[in-house]
Protein backbone atom coordinates (compact mmCIF):
# COMPACT_ATOMS: atom_id res chain seq x y z
CA UNK A 1 0.00 0.00 0.00
CA UNK A 2 1.56 3.36 -0.78
CA UNK A 3 1.42 6.25 1.72
CA UNK A 4 -0.19 9.96 0.72
CA UNK A 5 2.90 12.15 -0.60
CA UNK A 6 3.34 15.13 1.37
CA UNK A 7 3.61 18.54 0.02
CA UNK A 8 3.26 22.02 0.82
CA UNK A 9 -0.77 22.75 1.77
CA UNK A 10 -2.39 23.77 -0.83
CA UNK A 11 -4.38 27.43 -0.26
CA UNK A 12 -8.21 27.56 -1.77
CA UNK A 13 -7.65 30.20 -4.75
CA UNK A 14 -9.10 33.81 -4.79
CA UNK A 15 -11.94 32.46 -7.06
CA UNK A 16 -12.86 29.45 -4.28
CA UNK A 17 -12.64 32.36 -1.50
CA UNK A 18 -15.25 34.58 -3.70
CA UNK A 19 -17.68 32.01 -4.29
CA UNK A 20 -17.44 30.83 -0.37
CA UNK A 21 -18.10 34.32 0.60
CA UNK A 22 -20.42 34.51 -1.87
CA UNK A 23 -22.18 31.74 -0.56
CA UNK A 24 -21.90 33.16 3.32
CA UNK A 25 -23.74 36.11 1.69
CA UNK A 26 -26.43 34.71 -0.16
CA UNK A 27 -27.43 32.35 3.08
CA UNK A 28 -27.69 35.45 5.21
CA UNK A 29 -30.05 37.08 2.52
CA UNK A 30 -32.09 33.99 1.84
CA UNK A 31 -32.59 33.69 6.13
CA UNK A 32 -33.50 37.02 5.83
CA UNK A 33 -36.65 36.62 3.57
CA UNK A 34 -35.15 37.30 0.19
CA UNK A 35 -35.40 35.22 -2.77
CA UNK A 36 -32.86 34.68 -5.56
CA UNK A 37 -33.49 35.89 -8.61
CA UNK A 38 -30.16 35.49 -10.37
CA UNK A 39 -26.05 34.83 -9.28
CA UNK A 40 -22.87 36.55 -11.19
CA UNK A 41 -25.11 38.24 -13.32
CA UNK A 42 -22.68 39.97 -16.47
CA UNK A 43 -23.13 42.12 -19.01
CA UNK A 44 -22.14 41.02 -22.56
CA UNK A 45 -18.44 42.10 -24.31
CA UNK A 46 -15.21 43.85 -22.58
CA UNK A 47 -15.97 46.85 -19.95
CA UNK A 48 -19.19 45.80 -18.41
CA UNK A 49 -20.10 44.76 -15.18
CA UNK A 50 -21.04 41.82 -12.93
CA UNK A 51 -23.77 41.45 -10.13
CA UNK A 52 -22.72 39.59 -7.24
CA UNK A 53 -26.25 38.68 -6.40
CA UNK A 54 -29.77 39.45 -7.69
CA UNK A 55 -32.66 38.93 -5.15
CA UNK A 56 -36.11 40.06 -4.34
CA UNK A 57 -37.47 41.11 -1.27
CA UNK A 58 -40.96 39.94 -0.27
CA UNK A 59 -42.27 42.84 -1.17
CA UNK A 60 -41.17 42.75 -4.92
CA UNK A 61 -38.31 45.27 -4.84
CA UNK A 62 -35.43 43.56 -6.76
CA UNK A 63 -32.37 44.04 -5.10
CA UNK A 64 -29.06 43.92 -6.85
CA UNK A 65 -26.41 42.86 -4.34
CA UNK A 66 -22.04 43.54 -4.70
CA UNK A 67 -20.36 41.02 -2.04
CA UNK A 68 -17.20 42.52 -0.66
CA UNK A 69 -14.67 40.15 1.49
CA UNK A 70 -11.58 41.32 3.42
CA UNK A 71 -9.90 39.74 5.90
CA UNK A 72 -9.02 43.10 7.91
CA UNK A 73 -9.84 46.61 8.41
CA UNK A 74 -7.05 48.04 6.92
CA UNK A 75 -7.27 50.05 3.99
CA UNK A 76 -10.79 51.29 4.78
CA UNK A 77 -12.03 47.29 5.34
CA UNK A 78 -14.60 45.80 2.67
CA UNK A 79 -16.82 48.05 2.27
CA UNK A 80 -13.72 51.28 1.17
CA UNK A 81 -13.33 48.50 -1.65
CA UNK A 82 -16.75 49.39 -3.22
CA UNK A 83 -14.74 51.89 -5.78
CA UNK A 84 -17.04 54.41 -7.85
CA UNK A 85 -15.93 52.75 -10.99
CA UNK A 86 -17.19 49.26 -9.24
CA UNK A 87 -20.47 51.14 -8.26
CA UNK A 88 -20.58 52.54 -12.46
CA UNK A 89 -20.32 49.25 -13.23
CA UNK A 90 -22.70 47.68 -11.08
CA UNK A 91 -25.27 49.82 -12.53
CA UNK A 92 -24.93 49.77 -15.70
CA UNK A 93 -25.18 45.57 -15.16
CA UNK A 94 -28.49 46.51 -13.51
CA UNK A 95 -29.76 49.00 -16.33
CA UNK A 96 -29.21 45.83 -18.98
CA UNK A 97 -30.57 43.55 -16.54
CA UNK A 98 -33.69 45.94 -16.02
CA UNK A 99 -34.06 46.48 -19.93
CA UNK A 100 -34.66 42.44 -20.18
CA UNK A 101 -37.52 42.89 -17.87
CA UNK A 102 -40.70 44.12 -19.61
CA UNK A 103 -41.57 46.28 -16.65
CA UNK A 104 -39.21 47.90 -14.22
CA UNK A 105 -39.99 47.07 -10.27
CA UNK A 106 -38.76 49.11 -7.48
CA UNK A 107 -34.62 48.72 -7.32
CA UNK A 108 -31.94 49.54 -4.92
CA UNK A 109 -28.35 48.60 -4.86
CA UNK A 110 -26.92 46.40 -1.35
CA UNK A 111 -23.35 45.92 -0.65
CA UNK A 112 -23.16 42.70 2.11
CA UNK A 113 -19.83 42.47 3.61
CA UNK A 114 -17.61 39.61 4.91
CA UNK A 115 -14.71 40.67 7.51
CA UNK A 116 -13.30 39.45 10.65
CA UNK A 117 -15.46 36.34 10.47
CA UNK A 118 -18.78 39.06 10.40
CA UNK A 119 -21.37 39.34 8.03
CA UNK A 120 -22.73 42.96 7.59
CA UNK A 121 -25.90 43.96 5.40
CA UNK A 122 -26.23 47.30 4.14
CA UNK A 123 -29.50 48.22 2.57
CA UNK A 124 -29.16 50.75 0.01
CA UNK A 125 -25.26 51.02 0.57
CA UNK A 126 -25.28 53.27 -2.86
CA UNK A 127 -27.58 54.38 -5.22
CA UNK A 128 -27.71 54.49 -9.08
CA UNK A 129 -27.27 58.12 -9.69
Same mark, same amino acid.
Given at each position: ?62 ? %?????? $? ?20 ? %?????? =? ?8 ? $? %???? =? ?16
Amino acid at each position: METPKSGPATRPTTKARGDAGEDRALAHLLAAGLRLVSRNYRTPGRGGGEIDLIMREPDGTLV %FVEVRQ $RASGSHGGAGASISHLKQRRIV %FAARHY =LMRLGQEPPC $R %FDAV =LLQAGQVQWLRAAFDAG
